[in-house]
């Protein structure tokens, strides 16, 4: 099985994205062979969105809901041992996971000035490679703004400012931790089940101490210890690895490397093949010329890329070129 998904960004957790973390997460529990594919642009799936499970016998299954679905006929069921009321506890829980405390997480990284100007935008355009870097926080932005029209900070009677998305946060976190207790997984047993990866999926990420304003990991380690010890506890059981990279090689992304390593490109570029040797037959005049062809090719489509590359940071205002008035003034005197 290979999982196409988002990458890292923070370190500890494979991907940024709490519905890929949740598939991570259950393809751990389950125990199934499986390797991960880092993607930075969803559009590889027939549906735009990531998570996305491929397997050489059936069609793509995207989502993580349509993906733990599909593992559990499949005979990977993490919940095969819950009783038909825990299973309706677990769907119940599940939506209020993925509803409001995916909020409350979108909230912080996107709304809170000082998180995304600081935190989130330079963090994920770091683990991004090329265009994405540039292109996907800006998108991923615009989403989460248009989801979270309706929060706004609420004013209390002692004077002080109270956003409603972090109450609600809290109120999840109050119903997780009574229903977690002092249990190592959500329901009782010895393994966990589809709610303890959802949960993990979303509360890991809530717990990154390393934002600037880094309210949710705040209310949940002083508020809720046992809900960020038992995100810790699962991190260091099932993820305490790396991930298997799927051995699928990834694209190349050309202005990445001219960006991240201009001087390892350019002797990639125009350095001889090594392994030729003094002892090896001179290239006859038809093969110089197919190598020089090559090179002016090669040359001319960096030259192409780069232009392209200036083009969009303009285009987008990352850099904007302006005229001193006062100069041309002064000229014409």
Sequence with gaps: MELFAWGPAWKGLPSFDPFCLSVEAYLQFSGVEWVVRECDNPRVSPTGELPMLCNLSSEPVVGATHIMRHLSKQGHDLDVHLSPRQKAQSIAYTSLIEDKLYDALLYSWWMEHANFAKSTRPTLSKSLRGWAGLRVPTQLQKKAEQRLRAYRPVRQPDGTKSTTVYDMARD??????????????????????????????????????????????????????????????????????????????????????????????????????????????APTPEKLKQERQERFYTILSVISAVGVFASYVVHNQIVTIEFDDSEEEHVED
């Design 172 to 281: 999840c976190y109050r119903d997780l931790a009574l229903l977690l207790g002092d249990k190592p997984f959500m329901f009782p047993g010895d393994s966990p089940t589809s709610l303890d990866a959802i949960a993990f999926g979303h509360l890991a990420l809530h717990s990154i101490p390393s934002l600037a304003e880094p309210t949710l990991f705040s209310i949940l380690t002083f508020e809720f210890p046992t809900l960020h010890a038992y995100c810790e506890r699962i991190r260091s059981q099932y993820f305490d690895t790396p991930l298997n990279p799927s051995p699928s090689m990834r694209p190349s992304y050309l202005i990445s490397d001219i960006v991240h390593s201009p001087l390892s490109y350019a002797r990639k570029l125009f350095a001889s093949n090594p392994s030729k040797t003094a002892a090896s037959t």
